[in-house]
């Protein structure tokens, strides 16, 4: 999106220049919207009233007054908002709990289906399709009421939940992972854009904040969970927990969310449509524009399918390279050629063939705020996602802890960001910048992963509680606010949705590509080190289950552990790299204040 020329409102600054003073001004913005309503009203009329015993017209300023009281009127306070957020608050927390209670569970579902080496697509498979469908559900949600999509949704992800939960091969387990990303990806943007239609800008980044923090608290409660289901009762329990949780979900949603009608089909896309359909059915038929087969062939299904082979391509290369075959082998650089096709066929496409309902509105990354966030987004979930996979597996490895010690182990990494998240929205709110945190958070990310880059078999528990701290803090840091540095930037509402999609895609590109290239790294040093190290251990046992190394002869256990201890800080160590791509992504974003700010009369 291009930068906007009236900054009347708000302008593009250096950190420096552009600090806020705390002054009373800031303190009250943020005040009660009822009061804030009324004394614009009361305001108005005083206004309104002197204009007409001049004889003249309202003034603009009367004009911009009633355009705020009829924002501020749709927007959701008090117990009303409470009750909304709080089941939106249930529904993120099933699809994070899905990312991080099977943290402690996998190396242990991984041995019972003798797949170790299939740790990555176990994961990997929830994010592929979280991510390629993810887009599409951004461009549903322009044409399509969001509460029903926000309820479809989440059908979807229990459906897929049942489905491993009654899984009895790792294949099975794999499918239902990905069909359950497809109605994660929907859940997220859903609840994205529906906070963004019911609340004021400048309240947005404690809310997601707590969102981030429920992501914090998954983060906690879901490795414990995981742990103790799958010490006491069976891994499988992992999955049935979304169950009941998304049933209360549904029927909170309903009851208590009204409906959430999409904008006006703009004119643009209307027109392409019908076109559309006069091309495939020779102009003999074509529903109304309100009907939901018009509104479902305006979807970019190309553009959905070509996305998702780009992906696949991709995770296929990172999880079999090095691994299940050689990088030179056939299948991985058909994979890569693939992939490396793919992406100038999409954007093509995109540009030239999808016309104005494309998944991937090229446009907005004219602008370097869209260009940076998303990739800012894209590197912190990597951090995230590899230390929250692969802390455990040095605990069940190196400490011979169970799964549930294991999710207890990574409590310093958790809880570093949930507090960093929530502390980060609540000054935001407080002072309208997003900025510094963005830039400075992961220089903390860096700090962290370079420490536990050193960690052996004899690393001290403080050292590792507090280098994971460390890292949590750059992660909480940034995790939300890419957010609300997009929607800042927004020239008006119709934007948000896609915009938001982009971003969420960054992240969930960044946490697929993590996962399949720390497995890769790990499987490919895991294997030379064992034969270094290890050489009359059991291979390929001890390379796919770490609950093996425990049975292992004790004069075995050394090099074995070793092993996997420089597997681990081959994969701690890209974390460095990630982070301080992060802060330089933070560069290209606009430093906005988010008070005040005024997205549905376009006053960027």
Not at 26 to 54: I, Y
Not at 475 to 491: E, R, W
Request: charged content about 15%; overall charge negative; aromatic content about 10%.
């Amino acid at each position: 999106m291009n930068e906007h020329k009236d900054d009347s409102t708000i302008a593009p600054s250096t950190p420096v220049d552009n600090m806020p003073a705390l002054d009373s001004h800031a303190s009250t913005s943020a005040g009660d919207p009822v009061e804030k309503v009324l004394s614009q009203e009361t305001t108005h009329d005083k206004t309104d009233e002197r204009s007409l015993e001049a004889g003249g017209a309202p003034s603009p300023v009367d004009a911009r007054t009633e355009a705020q009281i009829e924002r501020d009127s749709k927007y959701l306070t008090g117990s009303k908002l409470a009750l909304v957020f709080v089941g939106m608050l249930l529904s993120v927390l099933l699809i994070a709990l899905d990312q991080t209670i099977l943290a402690p569970a996998i190396p242990v579902i991984a041995s019972k289906f003798n797949a170790l080496d299939q740790i990555g697509w176990i994961v990997s498979a929830y994010f592929l399709t979280q991510t390629a469908f993810l887009l599409m559900y951004g461009q549903i949600l322009t044409l399509a009421d969001r509460k029903w999509t926000y309820l479809a949704a989440i059908a979807i992800f229990e459906l897929g939940s049942l489905i491993c939960a009654v899984a009895n091969s790792v294949e099975v387990l794999i499918f239902g992972r990905a069909f359950a990303g497809v109605g994660a990806a929907g859940i997220f943007v859903s609840v994205l854009s529906i906070i963004a239609e019911v609340t004021r800008l400048e309240d947005r980044p404690k809310l997601l904040g707590l969102f981030g923090a429920v992501f914090g608290v998954s983060s906690v409660v879901g490795p414990l969970l995981g742990g103790a289901f799958t010490d006491h009762v069976s891994w499988r329990w992992c999955f049935y927990i979304n169950l009941p949780v998304g049933a209360i979900t549904i029927a909170a949603i309903i009851f208590i969310l009204g409906p959430q009608p999409p904008p006006p089909m703009q004119e643009n896309v209307a027109i392409w449509t019908e076109r559309k359909f006069a091309r495939y059915t020779g102009g003999r038929w074509c529903p109304p524009r309100a009907s939901l087969a018009f509104r479902t062939f305006a979807l970019d299904w190309v553009g959905t399918i070509l996305m998702l082979g780009i992906i696949t391509c991709l995770v296929l290369a990172l999880q079999w390279g090095g691994v299940k075959y050689a990088w030179s082998d056939g299948p991985v650089i058909a994979s890569f050629v693939v992939f490396a096709v793919l992406i100038p066929v999409f954007v093509a496409f995109e540009w030239k063939l999808a016309g104005p309902s494309r998944i991937f509105p090229l446009e907005y990354f004219k602008g370097r705020t869209q260009i940076g966030a998303t990739l800012a987004a894209f590197f912190t979930m990597f951090v995230l996602l590899v230390a929250t996979y692969y802390l455990p597996t040095f605990f069940q490895a190196t400490r011979f802890h169970s799964a549930t010690k294991s999710g207890i182990d990574i409590l310093p990494f958790m809880l570093g960001v949930v507090f960093a998240s929530g502390i980060a929205g609540g000054l935001i709110s407080k002072i309208g910048y997003y900025w510094p945190f963005l830039l400075f958070g992961p220089v903390f990310s860096c700090i962290g992963s370079g420490l536990l880059y050193t960690v052996d078999e004899n690393t001290p528990s403080a050292n590792l509680i507090g280098y994971q701290i460390l890292l949590g803090v750059g992660v909480g840091c940034v995790l939300q606010n890419t957010l609300i540095a997009v929607q800042a930037d927004c020239k008006d509402e119709t934007e948000v949705p896609q915009r938001t999609a982009i971003v969420t895609f960054g992240q969930l590109v960044g946490g697929t590509v993590g996962i399949a290239i720390a497995s890769s790294i790990f499987g490919t040093r895991l294997g030379s080190s064992l034969r270094e190290f290890a050489p009359e251990a059991p291979f390929d046992l001890v390379r796919n289950s770490v609950e093996a190394i425990p049975t292992l002869p004790a004069e075995l256990q050394p090099g074995v552990v070793h092993a996997y201890v420089l597997a681990l800080q081959d994969v701690f160590i890209i974390g460095v790299a990630a982070g301080g791509c992060t802060s330089l992504c933070a560069l290209m974003i606009r430093n906005l204040n988010i008070k005040g700010r005024d997205l549905m009369g376009g006053g960027a």
